[in-house]
């Protein structure tokens, strides 16, 4: 198994761009969840789906972060416009249908906004 | 203030030794205790994780949990240099449904050969 699979690994940008982040869960996991990872703030849940349906998004900071989720091997996260203060690494994780304890990690999205 | 807090280190050890990594948590609704490691530039992983109060042994690592005080405890034995990462506390409510994972800020654990 080739376990979640994100892109790209590194996204540097301008401030005011629109930036796209992809994730592909673990086959057959039914929850994606959508975190970042900050020094200061830790690893934060954004987002969570449960069967391609979001389930919580209580943690999306504002209204330029959207994500979807149009089938079960597929997610994005977007932000538009992005600033500097969204520098970060994005990870993305999928569990079974339990959702439970284990959440098995993508390698995550180093985030730089200049 | 978050609702798990954790020492951010950096702990630095020689070969060998005795770690203790700790978390205290606010919300006595939190039922699964759970220890990520989480090595440079990659994801975190799973290491091991607790119902409610009590030990928990798997080879070198004891996970404690103590619900009365609020305070859980990772114990890694013997340690060895492969064992330095990112040691991350997370947290879940037990009510069905609720599968949000709150996670500590991070203890990163240097071990010295």
């Known amino acids: 198994d080739a376990g979640v699979i994100q892109s790209p690994r590194h996204e540097v940008t301008e401030m005011g761009q629109e930036v796209t982040l992809r994730c592909k869960p673990i086959?057959?996991?039914?929850?994606l969840f959508w975190y970042r990872q900050t020094m200061m703030r830790g690893l934060e849940l954004l987002i969570y789906?449960?069967?391609?349906?979001?389930?919580?998004d209580s943690g999306m900071p504002e209204d330029r972060f959207s994500a979807k989720m149009p089938n079960a091997s597929f997610s994005t996260l977007k932000i538009q416009p992005s600033e500097p203060r969204d520098s970060a690494v994005y990870f993305c994780?999928?569990?079974?249908?339990?959702?439970?304890?284990?959440?098995?990690f993508g390698p995550g999205t180093r985030l730089t906004v200049t | 203030q978050k609702e798990v807090e954790q020492d951010p280190g950096p702990l630095s050890v020689p070969e060998g030794a005795i770690v203790s990594l700790n978390c205290t948590y606010s919300?006595?609704?939190?039922?699964?205790f759970m220890w990520y490691r989480q090595y440079s530039r990659k994801g975190p992983e799973l290491l091991m994780y607790?119902?409610?109060?009590g030990n928990k042994e798997d080879g070198r690592f004891t996970a404690q949990v103590d619900k009365s005080s609020k305070y859980i405890s990772l114990f890694i034995r013997d340690s060895q240099p492969s064992d330095s990462a990112t040691y991350l506390c997370?947290?879940?409510?037990?009510?069905?449904?609720?599968?949000?994972?709150?996670f500590g800020t991070g203890t990163r654990l240097t071990v010295i050969p």
């Open positions: 997370a947290m879940k409510f037990g009510k069905t449904g609720a599968n949000n994972l709150f």
């Open positions: 994780a999928s569990s079974d249908w339990t959702g439970g304890n284990e959440q098995y």
């Open positions: 919300n006595s609704a939190f039922q699964y």
């Open positions: 086959s057959g996991h039914d929850y």
């Open positions: 607790t119902y409610s109060s």
């Open positions: 789906f449960n069967n391609n349906v979001p389930i919580d």
